[in-house]
């Protein structure tokens, strides 16, 4: 047994991890070179899905990252704290990490990789974005060649579960949310999947790694999906869209060059947001369903490749945790980390992160899209010609305008813009709101 | 400039290769420290899609896999001879290889990877298949924790776009066949990838890294789409399916136990086949359409996971190839193989090739598959039942039985099976044959 891991949380996650562990047979033979060295929990006495040896169960998570014969943590407890100073102190103490904590990474990746290009040691989180999907590291390693020009996700199960099935049975959001939590699809509070906050953390994780620059999360644009009605779906299906919770990164377009910025600054201006988004039916991620995932990524000169795959569960996860830990191996085990440079092991250059500065991002109201607007009207024969006027005034092309169906007496209109400035198009909205016999219920981005 | 490449080969693959590391601009920075040092091509006069300063290009390929100052050679030149025989000059002049040429790989794998064991040195391949889509190293790296299940992929794209437009104009094999020559989407001479060649060394290749053993391309089962006519595709599509060109890699399922078996031998027995398949509409690789590829992986515990992207073309396969060459080049760099065992550098065991034995591949006739077959015959009232007792007496289990339309005067039958043994299948198959008045002219298998 070559190598000592100490595993940080006994949960969904972690109990996968040691599954794999326990069971090497058929799959790679460097996995019978990894032992399971110490498990922290919280309590001793709790039943658990894989069987260890109870002495290696300790409720002291500090003396796992401290231990002297531990050469990798696994950190599966999830949370921000204690997870974020148990993560830096295991660094301290020259220990490789392995995490699928998406919500600490997003928040104090700066301090945690820092802190490990000090060290001279790896923080790998393949299993913090997409569970099981192959992603983090394709970026890393597979497609380093190219230039980055967006990537696009549908990263959160619960909210795509939720809207494949408002978009097959026509429900309303309510009814198909209670209907998850019994089902345990969704959390009792869902906040964060719902809102979209666990979208925004993962966006931000891939941002950053595509685009080689740290990534604030207060300046990640972020819109959950609780305002998405079954009539939307239904009108955005005549219209050949299906209704995706997209988490977008991209370099920043210049509206009218018609073409990506061949910006020379180090750094690209980027827009990283999260929204609920009409999706074309052929568009590979609209055929992606229920609580599965999948990142789209465009580079120069790749064009787009698409990874799909199940975002969460133990299984995924722990399969992702488990490919991490051995790649760790892999290094230590050949050698890698033999040449020191300024007193400490000099780091892969695609498997570390080396970025220390900002990606410039734009705010939302720079964005360049097209926008789907659902208009309530009482006074039909006048109202379209006065919409015109007022997008037409505020520079907002139309595709479309098409009075689509009767909510009560009132008319329906659907409005689908050509690509537009944001800030534009919300000022038009603010005036058409201000108009008599005029509500815009629905207001969405069209990718 | 710290990493010395020669190339051989400046066609397609080659100038996008040189192309991309003439222009690291935000790109990984690591591409500043590689050089094209040397170029092999067949003439010297040629216009080039790149410019390289002339004194780079020589005619003597052999002066590049011997140069001592070239670290790493890259082999685009396609065709088996001389760059199998190059490939393993430079591994004994001890240089790293990446190459595109899944050809050379899947006949001359063994040869290849035992000599670069022998010489310590890495041979990587990620554009030998499918193009710019990661999978290759995915399925070393990301995916290493699993035990792999299967591997379908629609891996050729001239098949794909010939199929793609048969379903969606209703066209003939050689009338769409004619149009993607004159287009450029298929070669003048299309046998390669219109039988199933191409598919079959690719899922060679795959099929070696997911089970972790040899496989001889002999025994990989070879049939093409120049058979599936457009009635075929017009009945699937009515029956819920699409019919797209597989490649196949999966340990074998044993009939009856309606579960995988978990042989504790060493290398399972495989199934490693190419076929036109009857995909349902909701199966991931049923979107997969026009030239794009995806190869969908199936692996315990992460599930099913889906790469997906182009297939070829000078971009894309030009984005594996220099990903290929910055891995090594990272490697390089921080002294990975700077531990030496037995007097060579230790390789990555992820990223090296160390099996040696073959797997055993099973036999076609012990295959079990969904099989689906049209049938024709003057004698309607009376062929059901005499189709439905033949096939019961050679254990076939049928799913269904439909008398779908009429061709001239007689009527057509289709016939979806359940999960039966190909051999009796054939088998009660021919005897249908036998009856008067039933010809059967299509039979496909069903995923």
Do not use: W
Request: charged share 20%; aromatic share 4%.
């Amino acid at each position: 047994m070559a190598f000592k891991v100490g595993l940080l949380g006994l949960g969904t996650v972690g109990s996968g991890t040691a599954d794999i562990l326990l069971h090497p047979a058929q799959r790679h033979p460097l996995l019978q070179e990894i032992e399971i060295y110490r498990v922290g929990v919280r309590s001793l006495d709790k039943p658990r899905a894989v069987n260890l040896p109870p002495h290696l169960l300790t409720t002291d998570l500090e003396s796992i990252v401290t231990d002297p014969n531990i050469d990798l943590v696994v950190e599966v407890m999830g949370g921000l704290e204690p997870a974020r100073s148990l993560m830096l102190k295991a660094i301290a103490h020259g220990k490789h990490v392995v995490t699928a904590n998406k919500a600490a990474i997003a928040r104090f990746g700066d301090e945690i990789f820092t802190a490990a290009n000090e060290a001279g040691v790896y923080v790998l989180l393949e299993a913090a974005v997409a569970g099981g999907i192959p992603v983090i590291e394709p970026l890393k390693q597979s497609l380093c060649a190219n230039r980055i020009e967006s990537v696009t996700g549908i990263v959160n199960g619960t909210t795509n579960y939720i809207l494949s099935r408002m978009q097959a049975e026509g429900s309303s959001f309510d009814a198909v949310l209670e209907d998850a939590q019994a089902l345990g699809y969704a959390e009792a509070d869902p906040t964060a999947d719902v809102d979209g906050l666990d979208a925004a953390d993962k966006i931000a994780i891939l941002a950053s790694l595509a685009f080689g620059g740290r990534i604030k999360l207060a300046e990640v644009h972020c819109e959950g999906i609780r305002q998405v009605s079954a009539t939307d779906i239904a009108y955005a299906e005549k219209l050949g869209f299906v209704i995706k919770l997209l988490a977008t990164a991209k370099r920043d377009m210049v509206l009218g060059s018609g073409n990506y910025s061949q910006d020379s600054a180090k750094l690209a201006q980027l827009q990283v947001r999260v929204h609920p988004t009409l999706v074309p039916k052929a568009h590979p991620l609209a055929n992606v369903n229920g609580v599965f995932n999948a990142i789209l990524i465009e580079g120069d000169p790749v064009g787009q490749v698409m990874f799909y795959g199940p975002g969460a569960g133990s299984g995924p996860t722990a399969s992702a945790v488990v490919s991490d830990i051995l790649n760790i191996a892999a290094i230590l085990k050949v050698g890698r980390g033999a040449v020191v440079q300024d007193g400490k092991p000099l780091l892969d250059p695609l498997l570390a992160c080396s970025h220390q500065d900002y990606c410039s991002i734009a705010p939302i109201s720079d964005l360049v899209t097209r926008f789907y607007a659902r208009v309530l009207t009482h006074d039909n024969p006048g109202v379209i010609g006065r919409l015109g006027t007022c997008f037409g005034n505020h520079n907002v092309s139309l595709e479309s305008v098409v009075q689509i169906g009767l909510e009560g007496d009132r008319a329906e209109i659907v409005v689908i813009t050509h690509h537009v400035r944001e800030g534009n198009f919300r000022e038009a909205l603010e005036e058409i709101r201000s108009f008599d016999s005029v509500t815009v219920p629905s207001v969405l981005r069209v990718i």
